[in-house]
């Protein structure tokens, strides 16, 4: 039976959850494309105000592409198509250009593709009982699109650990805090807990806001300082007309809850 993705909207939270218990929440084509499908569908939905990433039980978070359709053959047809068209580009947020805030919850074991979410998240938190590592070269396969990502967010010496240790040697939860793989760590059974209550707080805020900030510091990567600052200015620009901009201030010195207007996904 293929692996499946939950989808849950409550309080404007939504809860995305890899649920592939036969190869530890590893992702297939159809789990690919149906998480493609969802944040399309995020991006598009002005109650959707944050989200939340997690693997189905209490093993494994995710443990990157189902080795089933590696034996396969597949990887190597999905190798020689573009990157954006391949499937494990597909699978977050920031691949699909979806500008609500996200939160990933590594719920246990994180390994090789599952990284991709890792390495995409704005906000990682970590059951106690989580670990990291990537088996890509001790499985024959080269670690670059996960590996390239957690360049931008951990020391390098960590990445090519990760690189080139393999299972031999996994990155628990208190190690990846320590080098900065996540934010946070709680007791397992306190996981969901934490991110709901930290999607709680992120929801209080402007939801354009968010979504503009979100889309300038991410892009902001992807240049040098100056050329990064005058592409985040663009969206300090596209914000300056918006309502939210006046109900902040009025909302604070009149001493109630701000009413903001939805975030669309044209307004970024």
């Known amino acids: 039976m293929p692996g499946a993705v939950h989808y849950e909207l409550v309080d ?9 218990p036969k190869a530890r929440n590893a992702f297939d084509y159809e789990m690919s494309q149906e998480l493609r499908r969802i944040w399309k569908q995020i991006g598009a939905d002005p ?10 039980g209490d093993k494994a978070f995710c443990t990157g592409w189902d080795i089933s359709s590696t034996a396969s053959g597949d990887s190597q047809k999905f190798a020689k198509i573009a990157r954006r068209d391949a499937p494990y580009s597909q699978i977050t947020a920031l691949q699909n250009r979806c500008w ?25 938190i970590a059951a106690d009982t989580a670990t990291f590592f990537d088996t890509h070269c001790q499985n024959g396969l080269a670690a670059v699109l996960e590996m390239v990502g957690l360049a ?31 934010g946070e760590v709680v007791p397992a059974a306190k996981l969901m807990d934490r991110a709901r209550e930290l999607a709680e707080i992120i929801c209080r805020a402007s939801p354009t806001a968010l979504a503009r900030s979100k889309r300038a510091i991410w892009e902001s990567l992807d240049h040098g300082l100056e050329p990064g600052l005058d592409a985040a200015y663009r969206q300090l620009e596209l914000h300056a007309d918006h309502p939210d901009q006046i109900e902040g201030p009025t909302a604070f010195f009149e001493k109630r809850a701000p009413r903001w207007q939805p975030f669309r996904g044209d307004d970024a």
Not at 12 to 20: E, F, K, S
Not at 104 to 122: E, Q, Y
Not at 167 to 182: H, N, P
């Open 100 to 124: 609500t805030p996200v939160i990933t919850a590594v719920n246990g074991m994180c390994n090789g593709g599952g990284l991709h979410f890792i390495a995409d998240t704005d906000i990682t």
């Open 152 to 182: 931008r967010r951990i020391p390098l010496d960590w990445v090519f650990r990760l690189t080139y240790l393999g299972s031999a040697e996994r990155v628990s939860a208190e190690q990846a805090l320590s080098i900065g793989l996540v």
């Open 12 to 20: 404007h939270v939504a809860t995305i959850t890899l649920d592939n």
């Open 47 to 56: 109650e959707v105000r944050c989200a939340i990433v997690t693997g189905a």
